[in-house]
């Protein structure tokens, strides 16, 4: 990997883990697209409990993976919403480009086809 | 309320058959999709599928205000499609969707296919048709760049809302209107992909500035287009 590269990698994750880390905090708390469709045709309560009404969200089971210190955006511990958020932001991107950056890293084609065996 | 909330299909939403089905059909189109990237996998494309795939989760906790209490985010595909091609884009989408689903509890594990086949399948392959055929007439510069991963933005979002509709209609737990939620999940999934297509316009651009050899887009497609050299040299 040259070194023009390595730097414009950097300064991509940089503003990943920029937005990831600080600008999520900003981000809009209502409901997304999806999540708003499921709503739709229920009505809910100041706690957000479904009142009354059908709605696709009435069936919506729990999360295999609810017990994850990372569940729901959020450090398990950490009661610092800011600090929360943003600390998993900033482990999700280094997690996603590690993970995946490493798994396209060795699926890539190599120069001679000896050094792909190993 | 300002945690960042659920975004993607939650478990029992549809019911477990078509769950399995899509899920069958999610490995089985990325198991063609690795067979299909590795061609174009080097040294360059390979931590740059990295870093797509890491500002994608970036920008995927950015949820933005489309409607008085609905809000969108980006999905991702047309801008992977742009900057490291579909094969890999779906990868890279995928990836995004995993960490989500398995360290984040961000779209259930019973629904991971589905969630898959729309955002990383059907998104990324809707905005791959448009960003190959925009590609043939509008200028390789980084504007020429940005107009093409909007318009495929806005295409690939709204198609992939259709594929929950469908998926919905397959198996769906409750019984409700499916014009009703076609025409709902459209409607503002046409907002959400005008939001997503300025920021993937603007992201694809300011790559294409600092180092258009990043951007996949412009290295493909500017073989098929030798015109110019050809001019100049006549």
Not at chain 1, 49 to 57: A, N, R
Not at chain 2, 35 to 47: F, H, Q
Not at chain 2, 105 to 112: R, V, W
Not at chain 2, 117 to 123: D, F, H, P, R, S
């Amino acid at each position: 990997m040259s070194k023009r590269l390595g730097w414009f990698l950097a300064g991509g994750l940089l503003v990943a883990l920029l937005l990831a880390g600080v600008v999520s905090n900003f981000a809009s708390g209502s409901p997304d697209g999806l999540d708003a469709t499921a709503r739709q045709g229920c009505t809910f309560d100041a706690d957000d409990e479904i009142t009354g009404g059908t709605c696709m969200l009435q069936q919506e089971q729990g999360h295999q993976m609810d017990g994850s210190p990372l569940a729901g955006y959020g450090i398990r511990g950490i009661d610092n919403e800011w600090l929360s958020t943003g600390l998993s932001g900033v482990l999700g991107v280094l997690l996603t480009f590690g993970i995946g950056g490493g798994v396209f890293w060795l699926a890539r084609k190599r120069k001679s086809p000896e050094e792909a065996n190993t | 309320m300002d945690d960042v909330q659920a975004m993607h299909i939650a478990n029992g939403i549809v019911d477990g058959p078509v769950s399995a089905l899509f899920a069958v059909l999610a490995v089985l189109a990325l198991a063609f999709c690795v067979w299909r990237a590795r061609a174009d996998l080097d040294d360059r494309l390979a931590p740059m599928a990295g870093l797509v795939a890491a500002f994608i989760f970036a920008v995927q906790m950015l949820n933005f205000q489309v409607l008085p209490g609905v809000s969108g985010h980006l999905l991702g595909g047309a801008l992977a499609v742009v900057l490291v091609g579909p094969w890999v884009g779906a990868l890279c989408v995928s990836t995004v969707l995993i960490v989500q689903c398995l360290l984040f509890a961000d779209g259930g594990l019973t629904a991971l296919g589905l969630n898959i086949t729309n955002m990383a399948l059907i998104g990324t392959a809707a905005g791959y048709l448009l960003v190959a055929a925009l590609m043939r007439f509008l200028p390789k510069t980084p504007g020429g760049v940005g107009a093409t991963a909007f318009i495929a933005s806005v295409v690939g979002v709204v198609v992939a809302s259709q594929g929950f509709v469908l998926e919905y209609w397959l198996g769906g737990t409750t019984q409700l209107s499916m014009t009703t939620i076609a025409g709902t999940m459209a409607g503002v999934h046409v907002l959400i992909g005008l939001g997503e297509g300025l920021i993937a316009a603007t992201t694809v651009a300011t790559v294409a500035r600092v180092r258009p050899d990043l951007v996949y887009a412009l290295r493909r497609y500017r073989k098929t287009v030798p015109a110019v050299e050809m001019a100049d040299a006549s």
